[in-house]
């Protein structure tokens, strides 16, 4: 059975280039860039390369992009790197209530520390409350705004130039967690006045292992990964240079395709979603209908569980993945889609689907033909049947 990818949201495959452009890497050019002999030595002058490439992807300097290892080292450099600049007792962070567990993990661990953290709404089309926002930045002074570009579950965009902007007219250190946007859209840090931003190579077709930290020149951080010069003191450890050079490649491959892509997808992802809700009675969208990353797609169903859904959908070859989280034997329905206050109904039931470039129409096509059956079935053995004898909320 062929594997039909629905699931780019949670990570992506290597684009054929990328690996090409990272072999040489494991095997002729395997010397430690930091290394006196010429071996090790020429292999930084692709480190500086692949720097100097990712640094274009995000019209920002060279000086300002830090290699990680993932997006979740990204998000807890710029938080707790912050933190440790202003301590935790004189600390106040404003967030959203939707943010990746990479964000809102660390901050609320610097919480329980001692920090103030304010967590802003979102309304029911999952658009940030920028009320709430500016009443936050209003009271005593905010030390760190740390609010997501996208959302990975609803693709909800967030307007982070107007974000950063109104977070800098009250002083306070702005990161942004790009991990969904970058290579979906444009992202210039000449234009968005972000002091610090994340992105994660494996959701742009780059491997996973690999992250980019942009820290603005004059930033004040604390180093968190703490070891040797590496990264001009700001991360230590031996540089993963296949993965750089493969996060480079990946980079430049997704600022070519961008535009083209981000029509197709977009194309796709419209005849998807009104294909399902033409079909498949009591389903809705979970997520602003134009301010939305083009590639994302949450729907639930109502009455039926996400899990389910996911579980009969793979015995069909696809992949979606669920807002629901099974955690200690109970299905926890996802922070972001209760954050909505999507009804009871249709919160568990919710599924996310994400393309890519490499999604065809013919894999539109074979879901609109399957699920609705899925659907159905699921249904009818649903001990809720279609609402009548829905359990109450406690
Ligand atoms: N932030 C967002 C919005 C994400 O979607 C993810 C991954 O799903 C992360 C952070 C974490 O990225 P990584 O898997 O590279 O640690």
């Known amino acids: 059975m062929n594997t039909i990818y629905f699931d780019n949201n949670a990570t992506t495959c290597v684009a054929p280039e990328v690996r090409d452009a990272m072999l040489p890497f494991f095997d002729s050019l395997y010397g430690n860039p930091s290394s006196m002999h010429a071996f090790g030595g020429q292999v930084m002058r692709y480190v500086n390369e692949a720097r100097e490439r990712i640094a274009a992807f995000l019209h920002a300097d060279p000086s300002e992009i830090i290699f990680t290892s993932c997006g979740t080292e990204s998000d807890n450099y710029a938080i707790r790197g912050t933190a440790e600049v202003f301590g935790t007792q004189n600390l106040k962070i404003i967030t959203s209530r939707v943010e990746h567990p990479a964000v809102l993990g660390p901050c609320r661990r610097l ?206 070859g696809i992949c979606v993945s669920t807002g629901s989280a099974c955690a200690s034997g109970s299905l926890e329905p996802s922070h972001v889609i209760r954050a909505m206050g999507v009804p009871f109904t249709a919160v568990h039931g919710s599924v996310r689907f994400s393309l890519s470039r490499y999604t065809t129409e013919e894999e539109v096509d074979y879901v609109l033909r399957e699920m609705p059956g899925v659907i159905r079935k699921l249904r009818s053995l649903s001990p809720f049947g279609k609402g009548d004898k829905l359990p109450v909320e406690l």
Not at 118 to 124: F, G, H, N, Q, T
Not at 150 to 157: D, P
Not at 168 to 182: C, E, F, P, R, S
């Open 111 to 316: 919480k329980e520390m001692g920090a103030k953290l304010i967590e802003i709404p979102v309304d029911s089309h999952g658009n940030l409350d920028l009320d709430a926002y500016q009443e936050a930045l209003r009271g005593s002074e905010t030390k760190l705004v740390t609010i997501m570009w996208a959302n990975n579950e609803t693709g909800v965009i967030f307007p982070i130039k107007q974000i950063a902007e109104l977070a800098k007219a009250a002083g306070a250190i702005v990161h942004t967690d790009a991990v969904q946007v970058a290579g979906k859209i444009p992202l210039d840090m000449r234009d968005v006045p972000v002091d610090m931003l994340s992105i994660s190579g494996h959701k742009l077709h780059a491997p996973k292992g690999i992250g980019i930290f942009f820290v603005r020149k004059g930033t004040r951080l604390r180093t968190q990964q703490i070891g040797g010069h590496q990264e001009s003191g700001r991360r230590g450890g031996t540089e993963n240079v296949p993965y750089i050079v493969g996060m480079a490649k990946a980079c430049e491959l997704a600022e070519a395709t961008m535009a083209e892509a981000t029509e197709r997808e977009r194309r796709l992802r419209d005849k998807l979603e009104k294909g399902l809700l033409a079909t498949c009675p009591d389903a809705r969208v979970n997520g602003d209908s134009e301010n939305r990353l083009a590639n994302t797609l949450n729907i639930s169903f109502e009455y039926i569980e996400g899990e389910a859904i996911t579980y009969h959908m793979s015995d069909l």
